[in-house]
């Protein structure tokens, strides 16, 4: 088994680590991983860590992964999400000599990347896990909508309340927002239902459609996660959005969501459930942790060559 250095800040994204004899160095905010704390990563102890493995990888480009790129006495593969194309300047430090590859999680986001990596460096595309193991198949006929509530405007969950005025919309976990979405339901007499304390991924267990109504994404994790599970995905069209979803579960503005959540809840449970089965496939096929971890595997040996 390859061994596997990991830099990151979030452990949401790692559940291909389990591929590897992975030791995970950083402040992860959540995991079911195993993982070692290192708030004062010195060089040395850089050194250290990267000599042990036989790849390395920086997942978010923080100041962390910046003194990685420095100090990593193998070369380093970065994976880029969202965060870092709102701060360009995080790439200005990086030590591009000792960097490997550079992986994006959609072809939008890697084709931004371009004007930040330099051109002998390889970008390459490879999206976010989805962990089959946690996320089992257990799709509803309630005919519910749902959302997550995230820390972020960007999401949109205020303009989704209000589009569904005349639904219920079922919102689980907490946003840095959530007073304001609480105030606004009341205030305009909303019937919508908010969860702050949802635990995944049985909230979702009896709600049908999942609703994503970010403004810009790359390939967001909880829209695979909602397809492993069962629900039917309707997607706002943000750039990369068609490259988890199909067209048809797809919509730009507000009429359209409207008319999709009628179309789908005509169809009959049969074919409700039918196009849930071919979701599922679809995104482990394409996004479940196996074919990442295979796919990321083949990156690093690759620059081994």
């Given at each position: 088994m390859k061994k596997l250095a990991v830099f990151a800040t979030d452990a949401n994204f790692l559940a291909f680590t389990r591929r590897f004899d992975t030791r995970l160095y950083g402040e992860l905010t959540s995991s079911g991983l195993r993982f070692v704390l290192e708030k004062r990563m010195t060089p040395i102890k850089i050194r250290n860590l990267t000599r042990w493995a036989d790849f390395v990888l920086v997942d978010f480009l923080t100041p962390l992964g910046q003194e990685v790129t420095r100090y990593s006495v193998k070369p380093v593969h970065i994976r880029i999400h969202r965060y870092e194309l709102d701060y360009p300047d995080l790439f200005v430090p990086v030590c591009w000599d000792n960097v490997a590859s550079v992986i994006a999680d959609s072809s939008y986001y890697a084709s931004l990347l371009k004007q930040y990596v330099p051109g002998n460096i390889p970008i390459f595309i490879v999206p976010?896990?989805?962990?089959?193991?946690?996320?089992?198949?257990?799709?509803?006929?309630?005919?519910?909508?749902?959302?997550?509530?995230?820390?972020?405007?960007?999401?949109?969950?205020y303009d989704l309340m209000l589009a569904l005025r005349d639904e219920t919309l079922y919102v689980g976990g907490k946003s840095a927002s959530y007073r304001y979405l609480l105030e606004a339901n009341r205030r305009f007499s909303l019937g919508h239902v908010f969860e702050p304390d949802a635990k995944f991924p049985?909230?979702?267990?009896?709600?049908?459609?999942?609703?994503h109504h970010s403004l810009d994404e790359g390939l967001p994790i909880s829209v695979g996660e909602a397809m492993a599970s069962g629900l039917i995905p309707l997607v706002h069209r943000f750039p990369s959005a068609l490259e988890i979803v199909p067209k048809e579960l797809t919509y730009v503005y507000n009429t359209?969501?409207?008319?999709?959540?009628?179309?789908?809840?005509?169809?009959?449970?049969?074919?409700?459930?039918?196009?849930?089965?071919?979701?599922?496939?679809?995104?482990?096929?394409?996004?479940?942790?196996?074919?990442?971890?295979?796919?990321?595997?083949?990156?690093?040996?690759?620059?081994?060559?």
């Open positions: 976010a896990g989805v962990d089959a193991s946690r996320w089992p198949f257990r799709p509803s006929s309630s005919r519910k909508l749902c959302t997550w509530a995230l820390p972020s405007h960007r999401k949109r969950i049985q909230w979702q267990w009896d709600k049908e459609f999942y609703i359209e969501l409207l008319g999709l959540i009628h179309q789908y809840r005509e169809k009959s449970e049969e074919e409700r459930m039918v196009l849930k089965h071919e979701l599922r496939q679809t995104v482990l096929e394409k996004y479940g942790s196996e074919s990442v971890a295979h796919r990321l595997e083949a990156i690093f040996e690759e620059s081994m060559a």
